[in-house]
C-alpha cells in the first residue's frame, strides 16, 4: 500500500536552531513527494516538492532531498525562525494517481 | 489567480441536521479534490473530481455524505443527519494535472462542529 510516516511531535526549538523532520514513505511504483505546512486556522500549503530520486526540493531555506534508497524525504532547515512555527505534513501521490497520502503531521514551535 | 475558495469557514451545527460545504477551485483547474482533516492528523481523501465527473470515492464517504461538481467548475459537499464523529475541518483542493510532478492547492478549510 501507499502511506507516509513522519517523526512525532511536538518539536519545539530556539530560533537560529537547526531543524530536521524525518518522513520515510511506503508507495508501489515511483511516487512524487511534496511537504505542506499547516498554520494555525488556516488550509494546507505547498513548501516544496520532489517529483523523482535525488531530486531536492527547497523553498524559504526549507529544503528535502528525495532517497530512493532509503525511501526517504527528511525536511530541513538551516536557522528557524519565530514565524516556521506551524504544522508541517509529509505527503505522497503516486505516478499514476490522483490521491495524495499524508503524513500525520510535525507541529513545530520556535521560541525567541 | 484567487485560489481555492471554501465557504462556509465554520459551521456549528446539531446533531441529525444537514449541512453543505461549497468549494470554488482555482479558475481552469479541471481536478477537485475533498479530504477530512481531524485534530492532530493529517487530511485523509474523501472524492476526487475531474471536470464535472466522480471518479474516485474513499470507504470514509459514507452513504450520508454526498459530493457533486454540476458544471465542472465548484463543487458542494453535504452531509446528511450529522452525527458528532463528522466534527472536522473538510479541505479542499484543486489541481491541474494527475500522477507525478501533481500539485494541489488547498483553500482554508470549512470547520464542522456538530453539538
Known amino acids: 500500500g501507499n502511506s507516509v510516516t513522519q517523526m512525532e511531535g511536538p518539536v519545539t526549538l530556539s530560533e537560529e536552531a537547526f531543524l530536521t523532520i524525518n518522513c520515510t514513505y511506503t508507495?508501489?511504483?515511483?511516487?512524487?513527494l511534496f511537504w505542506y505546512v499547516q498554520y494555525p486556522g488556516e488550509g494546507l500549503q505547498l513548501l516544496l516538492k520532489?517529483?523523482?530520486?535525488?531530486d531536492k526540493g527547497s523553498n524559504k531555506g526549507f529544503e528535502a532531498t528525495y532517497r530512493k534508497e532509503t525511501t526517504s524525504f527528511h525536511l530541513e532547515k538551516g536557522s528557524v525562525q519565530v514565524s516556521d512555527s506551524a504544522v508541517y505534513f509529509c505527503a505522497l501521490i503516486r505516478n499514476t494517481g490522483n490521491q495524495f497520502y499524508f503524513g500525520t503531521g510535525t507541529s513545530l514551535t520556535v521560541i525567541p | 489567480d484567487t485560489g481555492v475558495s471554501q465557504n462556509p469557514r465554520h459551521k456549528i451545527t446539531k446533531r441529525g441536521q444537514n449541512v453543505t460545504f461549497r468549494c470554488d477551485p482555482i479558475s481552469e483547474h479541471n481536478r477537485l479534490y475533498w479530504y477530512r482533516q481531524t485534530l492532530g492528523q493529517g487530511p485523509e481523501f474523501l472524492t476526487y473530481f475531474q471536470n464535472e465527473a466522480q471518479l474516485e470515492k474513499s470507504r470514509l464517504l459514507s452513504d450520508r455524505f454526498s459530493a457533486e461538481r454540476p458544471k465542472g467548475s465548484f463543487s458542494t459537499l453535504e452531509i446528511q443527519r450529522t452525527e458528532q464523529g463528522d466534527s472536522a475541518m473538510y479541505l479542499c483542493?484543486?489541481?491541474?494535472?494527475?500522477?507525478?510532478?501533481?500539485?494541489?492547492?488547498f483553500g482554508e478549510g470549512s470547520w464542522l462542529t456538530v453539538v
Open positions: 508507495a508501489t511504483g515511483y511516487p512524487s
Open positions: 520532489a517529483t523523482k530520486a535525488d
Open positions: 483542493a484543486s489541481s491541474s494535472r494527475t500522477g507525478s510532478g501533481n500539485t494541489i492547492y
